[in-house]
């Protein structure tokens, strides 16, 4: 059973940083994909970051946090983060870190790629 908790979701003011942590357990984490997804109220579920299973350079992101956000991994602690700076409040929403099970060699920006999701975590960044 795969498990997947997010943390770090807060309020901050525009212009500041928060980093999100997603703890996995259940599988080997290091032979998967991950990714970062946001649902704002009102909205559909929108991709935001990707990476493969070993991290590094193998990175994809949505050009609207290209170059703010930065998600990275390590595997020895089974945990993906997502480091956001330069914080808007069109990023306020409910972020969720999946897993993707079928294709660990290459970020995926579609959720139907993704086979495991956490509960997300709540990031609010007030004007």
């Known amino acids: 059973q795969v498990q997947l908790v997010e943390s770090g979701g807060g309020l901050v003011q525009t212009g500041g940083s928060l980093r999100l942590s997603c703890a996995a357990s259940?599988?080997?984490?290091?032979?998967?994909?991950m990714g970062w997804f946001r649902q704002a109220p009102g909205k559909e579920r929108e991709f935001v970051a990707g990476i493969n299973w070993s991290g590094g350079r193998s990175t994809y992101y949505a050009d609207s946090v290209k170059g703010r956000f930065t998600i990275s991994r390590d595997n020895t602690k089974n945990t993906v983060y997502l480091q956001m700076n330069s914080l808007k409040p069109e990023d306020t929403a409910v972020y969720y870190c999946?897993?993707?099970?079928?294709?660990?060699?290459?970020?995926?920006?579609?959720?139907?790629?993704?086979?495991?999701w956490g509960q997300g975590t709540q990031v609010t960044v007030s004007s």
């Open positions: 259940g599988r080997t984490f290091s032979t998967y994909g």
């Open positions: 999946a897993m993707n099970a079928r294709n660990p060699y290459q970020p995926e920006s579609k959720a139907y790629e993704y086979d495991y």
